[in-house]
């Protein structure tokens, strides 16, 4: 199974459970490396004892011997006493951790040492000189000695080698462990980066209409869900809230046209109308009809879902204007200048809700008289449009936070959806947009469309389908 395949909570619960287990690995190797030099600090404190009771032991021997005073002869035995019990507890680790000691011979040196301290009691200065009793105690005394020293310094030795070992032991794993949580680091970083950018492309695929082809980490999975459904929920929200401002303009279009036919029909009831009239009610009757079924016609162009295709700029604007007719107040000049041949490769109902969205925030940022310019032009395998108001403006700091979901410059009643979704659409008609602002002199929005020929879109569709 690779990596990838599983979910990113599975893999850092995973990276978590091998560096636990490598934390208590560690931690049992050094709790069983701190028994060891626990021992050894215990056995290297014996040995000092054992060294300083031989010490002493030597100190009484040599005063008794110079002065014979009975109180050192005392002492020399105590000692001596201490000396040997401490050997005979230590001998068991003489011979465990120093097995090129011969722990036999000094054990020997002991008794030997003891039976010499008791014929002392018992014999006078005389045969003590004939037998070399002194002598002997001195030679043996200085193998114990001898013995004790070796000892100390031997396990200084080992204990000096313990501590340097769990100085390297312990620089080792933390340098080992520091280069194991720096690696994990890096991998899980890596992982949860990768998986942000897959999350990120998908989110994008989504705004530019391309959802079906989202494909993302299963634990991001019922965020994208939830994601799209918000997402589609603010389009459809933005469309009907645009529609809704729209049916003021759109009442008094229809009125007009119907207030008319009402007239014509109660002057058409009357039977002594001349006929050259009566054929002059029934064309205005036709007239109105035609137009009332023309503004129905471009309220459900609007909101009918259409597949792409190639729409006239100047017919699209000009039907979007027709639809805001009623909306757009007569202190507001409207000035077009668009030539009649560009055409845009699109959907004409997503094409009319950007300018729809552009044209309302345009009206509702002229507070008193002003004007909105619709400029468009063809440059090179661009088009070109502008649309332009005299408006309030933007502040500076907020320009490049207007394309946001959710942020609105109106005090009340904006959610902040509107250049969103201009945003979106244009950028899934593969174009851009930016703008420019200024407080108080009016703001400007800029558009560019690729400019595309008949056979490009079939190359298009043909690749599409490969």
Same mark, same amino acid.
């Given at each position: 199974?690779?990596?990838?395949?599983?979910?990113?909570?599975?893999?850092?619960?995973?990276?978590?459970?091998?560096?636990? +287990?490598?934390?208590?690995?560690?931690?049992?190797?050094?709790?069983?490396?701190?028994?060891?030099?626990?021992?050894?600090?215990?056995?290297?404190?014996?040995?000092?004892?054992? =060294?300083?009771?031989?010490?002493?032991?030597?100190?009484?021997?040599?005063?008794?011997?110079?002065?014979?005073?009975?109180?050192?002869?005392?002492?020399?035995?105590?000692?001596?006493?201490?000396?040997?019990?401490?050997?005979?507890?230590?001998?068991?680790?003489?011979?465990?951790?120093?097995?090129?000691?011969?722990?036999?011979?000094?054990?020997?040196?002991?008794?030997?040492?003891?039976?010499?301290?008791?014929?002392?009691?018992?014999?006078?200065?005389?045969?003590?000189?004939?037998?070399?009793?002194?002598?002997?105690?001195?030679?043996?005394?200085?193998?114990?000695?001898?013995?004790?020293?070796?000892?100390?310094?031997?396990?200084?030795?080992?204990? +000096?080698?313990?501590?340097?070992?769990?100085?390297?032991?312990?620089?080792?794993?933390?340098?080992?462990?520091?280069?194991?949580?720096?690696?994990?680091?890096?991998?899980?970083?890596?992982?949860?980066? *990768?998986?942000?950018?897959?999350?990120?492309?998908?989110?994008?695929?989504?705004?530019?209409?391309?959802?079906?082809?989202?494909?993302?980490?299963?634990?991001?999975?019922?965020?994208?869900?939830?994601?799209?459904? +918000?997402?589609? &929920?603010?389009?459809?929200?933005?469309?009907?809230? *645009?529609?809704?401002?729209? @049916?003021?303009?759109?009442?008094?279009? !229809?009125?007009?046209?119907?207030?008319?036919?009402?007239?014509?029909?109660? =002057?058409?009831?009357?039977?002594?109308?001349?006929?050259?009239?009566?054929?002059?009610?029934?064309?205005?009757?036709?007239?109105?009809?035609?137009? +009332?079924?023309?503004?129905? /016609?471009?309220?459900?162009?609007?909101?009918? #879902?259409?597949?792409? *295709?190639?729409?006239?700029?100047?017919?699209?604007?000009?039907? &979007?204007? /027709?639809? @805001?007719?009623?909306?757009?107040?007569?202190?507001?000049? @409207?000035?077009?200048?668009?030539?009649?041949?560009?055409?845009?490769?699109?959907?004409?109902?997503?094409?009319?809700?950007?300018? !729809?969205?552009?044209?309302?925030?345009?009206?509702?940022?002229?507070?008193?008289?002003?004007?909105?310019?619709?400029?468009?032009?063809?440059?090179?395998?661009?088009?070109?449009?502008?649309?332009?108001?005299?408006?309030?403006?933007?502040?500076?700091?907020?320009?490049?936070?207007?394309?946001?979901?959710?942020?609105?410059?109106?005090?009340?009643?904006?959610?902040?959806?509107?250049?969103? #979704?201009?945003?979106?659409?244009?950028?899934?008609?593969?174009?851009?947009?930016?703008?420019?602002?200024?407080?108080?002199?009016?703001?400007?929005?800029?558009?560019?469309?690729?400019?595309?020929?008949?056979?490009?879109?079939?190359?298009?569709?043909? /690749?599409?389908?490969?």
């Amino acid at each position: 199974m690779k990596i990838k395949n599983l979910s990113l909570k599975f893999q850092l619960f995973v990276g978590y459970l091998i560096f636990l +287990t490598f934390i208590f690995l560690i931690s049992i190797l050094f709790w069983r490396f701190s028994i060891q030099i626990e021992k050894e600090v215990d056995y290297g404190e014996k040995s000092s004892e054992f =060294l300083e009771n031989v010490l002493e032991m030597r100190r009484y021997e040599k005063n008794y011997f110079l002065y014979h005073n009975k109180s050192d002869f005392e002492n020399l035995k105590n000692y001596f006493v201490k000396s040997k019990d401490l050997f005979e507890l230590l001998k068991p680790q003489f011979i465990k951790l120093n097995p090129e000691i011969k722990v036999d011979k000094m054990e020997k040196n002991f008794i030997s040492y003891g039976n010499l301290l008791n014929a002392l009691t018992n014999l006078n200065p005389k045969d003590r000189y004939i037998l070399k009793i002194e002598e002997k105690i001195r030679n043996y005394g200085s193998e114990i000695s001898k013995f004790a020293e070796s000892i100390k310094i031997k396990e200084k030795f080992i204990l +000096t080698n313990y501590i340097r070992s769990a100085k390297n032991l312990f620089l080792f794993f933390s340098l080992f462990l520091s280069l194991f949580a720096l690696t994990g680091l890096l991998f899980w970083y890596k992982l949860l980066i *990768s998986s942000l950018n897959t999350l990120e492309i998908e989110v994008k695929k989504i705004l530019s209409g391309k959802s079906k082809e989202a494909i993302v980490p299963p634990e991001f999975q019922h965020f994208i869900d939830t994601f799209k459904k +918000t997402y589609f &929920t603010f389009l459809e929200t933005e469309k009907i809230s *645009s529609l809704g401002k729209l @049916l003021f303009s759109i009442a008094h279009e !229809i009125n007009n046209p119907l207030s008319n036919i009402s007239t014509s029909i109660e =002057l058409l009831k009357d039977e002594n109308l001349d006929q050259k009239f009566k054929k002059e009610l029934f064309n205005d009757l036709e007239t109105e009809i035609e137009r +009332t079924k023309n503004i129905i /016609h471009s309220v459900l162009d609007f909101y009918k #879902v259409k597949e792409k *295709s190639f729409v006239n700029l100047k017919n699209c604007i000009n039907n &979007t204007l /027709h639809l @805001l007719k009623g909306y757009i107040p007569s202190r507001i000049s @409207l000035y077009l200048d668009i030539p009649d041949n560009i055409e845009i490769w699109g959907n004409k109902s997503q094409i009319q809700q950007i300018f !729809i969205n552009l044209i309302k925030n345009a009206v509702e940022a002229i507070k008193e008289e002003g004007e909105i310019e619709i400029k468009a032009f063809q440059d090179g395998n661009k088009i070109k449009i502008m649309v332009k108001d005299t408006g309030e403006g933007i502040p500076k700091e907020n320009l490049l936070k207007i394309f946001e979901p959710f942020f609105s410059t109106k005090k009340s009643g904006g959610h902040g959806m509107g250049l969103f #979704v201009v945003y979106n659409l244009v950028r899934e008609h593969e174009g851009t947009i930016w703008v420019e602002s200024e407080l108080n002199k009016g703001t400007v929005f800029y558009i560019e469309f690729p400019l595309k020929s008949k056979d490009e879109i079939i190359k298009e569709e043909v /690749h599409g389908t490969l």
